[in-house]
């Protein structure tokens, strides 16, 4: 008994020191908080994932607005909780409305946000709340909880337990960081961004009236797989009243001269800003897939459901029972590409033969996998159907996937897609434009849909375009105001 007695001490005294260790101070509150991370190792951290970030998003290239938002990350680090901590922000080249940070000082804002917004004040408010989910460590803290995501997958269709776990092994490299926070995290977000953006001289008010525009959106908790700023931001409740206190509070203390809106400068800065979804990255039609870039084509499995990424080219049926992966393989030959591929994934061959896709080399491979689920001792079987083509020494590579009961009945409908892989030579669909935020003056006054018409929007567009302002169509404008309408 005295022996076991000393053991737990022993233990108990253990336990102890690791979470002494593992109790950091808050930069923010100033309070003790559990952390399993130190600040080089959340720096670190994020260097990490910004590049699998960028592969899997693509990055908008915007050399204006990246500055403009580069300095004003800059401005406000230096005022923030952290401000030895060097921060970095992107612009992702994705349609949905979000952004979201990283440990380590990394932020990301989509186009599809950046669109959105109707002047800096707006933008500098959400770059400052994202920096206060950073300051206050709350990315840092949820990675010490292992509230790990994966990302893209295609939400909610793929039903198979087997399907699921191959998608899952399949898409190792693009798993990513990204969080739902707590209530209590966005609160404290939204003081930190009423603070940062303030203290700048930005008014934060307007911050209050993008969170009302997101309301408004009524975002779906997914758009194409890709979480939304709702869902990765919960309301903590009141938000709007909230924020304009905070703002109110912030700007009686501070009493400076006037707060920035600069409406007229940042509509200037995303004049031609991509739009909605890019053809020029791969694009669905007529039940085919074009890619003008990279100039193919295939087809579309009748009712399945189809995900573009810059990684890959993912499609399920509704039911979920299968799956097909479109990618590229790195490798110098198709026999390295397929073996390479086929070890990755933890595949065992059972046929290949060498064939021809449309005038192209091709390897086709047929191979299972066998996994055993650990808690039930339970075994699944999977078949996998390959192609590998070869397109002017670029490989090409399908996955064709279904539990090996329904191997079957899927296989000539994976097959009949895969075996349609080929070049893109029409002009019609490799010319195709993206539409693009376009910043119009008002040149009469009059209400916002008069503006509208005057600009030759059609009538089933207004409410999208009003609200893409902000505004009522039956608000007042003076002339020479400038707003934004969508076109090529």
């Not at 919960?234 to 509070?249: F, I, L, M």
């Amino acid at each position: 008994m005295k022996r076991v007695n000393i053991y737990v001490k022993n233990v108990l005294l253990f336990l102890t020191v690791i979470l002494f260790l593992s109790c950091a101070v808050n930069p923010v509150t100033g309070k003790k908080q559990l952390m399993f991370m130190s600040e080089k190792q959340e720096v670190e951290l994020g260097k990490q994932y910004d590049p699998e970030v960028i592969a899997t998003f693509g990055e908008y290239k915007n050399t204006e607005l990246l500055a403009f938002l580069q300095d004003k990350e800059t401005e406000m680090g230096k005022i923030s909780h952290r401000p030895k901590l060097e921060f970095h922000v992107k612009i992702l080249d994705s349609p949905v409305v979000n952004a979201f940070a990283v440990p380590g000082g990394y932020i990301y804002l989509t186009r599809g946000i950046l669109a959105q917004f109707n002047n800096e004040a707006e933008l500098a408010g959400v770059l400052a709340h994202e920096m206060g989910h950073i300051t206050a460590r709350h990315t840092a803290s949820q990675q010490s909880k292992q509230q790990m995501g994966q990302l893209l997958l295609i939400g909610g269709i793929i039903a198979s337990k087997e399907i699921q776990k191959y998608a899952e092994y399949a898409m190792q490299g693009m798993q990513l960081l990204f969080l739902s926070f707590s209530r209590d995290d966005e609160r404290e977000a939204d003081r930190l961004g009423v603070e940062y953006s303030s203290k700048i001289g930005y008014d934060a008010h307007k911050m209050a009236d993008f969170f009302q525009v997101l309301i408004k959106m009524n975002l779906a908790s997914h758009q194409a797989g890709i979480p939304t700023f709702m869902s990765t931001h919960p309301d903590p409740g009141d938000r709007y009243n909230s924020v304009n206190q905070k703002a109110t509070e912030w700007q009686e203390r501070l009493k400076y001269p006037d707060y920035k809106v600069r409406a007229e400068s940042y509509l200037q800065m995303i004049d031609g800003m991509v739009y909605g979804e890019d053809p020029r990255q791969g694009y669905v039609a007529e039940n085919t897939f074009y890619h003008p870039e990279l100039k193919f084509k295939f087809t579309i499995p009748d009712g399945w459901q189809l995900q573009n990424s810059p990684q890959q080219v993912r499609m399920a049926p509704e039911d979920g029972k299968a799956l097909i992966i479109f990618t590229i393989a790195p490798q110098k030959t198709l026999e390295e590409a397929a073996q390479s591929s086929l070890e990755q994934l933890g595949l065992t061959l059972t046929e290949n033969k060498k064939t021809n896709v449309n005038g192209m080399p091709a390897l086709v491979t047929l191979s299972k996998q066998v996994s055993q689920d650990q808690s039930t001792g339970e075994q699944s079987n999977i078949a996998v159907l390959s192609y590998f083509i070869d397109y002017n020494s670029t490989f090409y590579v399908f996955h064709g996937v279904s539990a090996e009961a329904d191997f079957s009945t899927f296989f000539p409908v994976l097959e009949k897609s895969m075996a349609n892989f080929d070049k893109l030579t029409d002009p019609s669909k490799l010319n195709v434009k993206p539409k693009k935020v376009m910043v119009k003056k008002v040149q009469r006054s009059g209400t916002l849909a008069d503006a509208f018409q005057s600009l030759g929007v059609q009538q089933k567009q207004m409410n999208e375009f009003a609200l893409l302002n902000n505004m009522e169509l039956t608000d007042k404008l003076q002339a020479g105001k400038l707003i934004k309408i969508i076109g090529e």
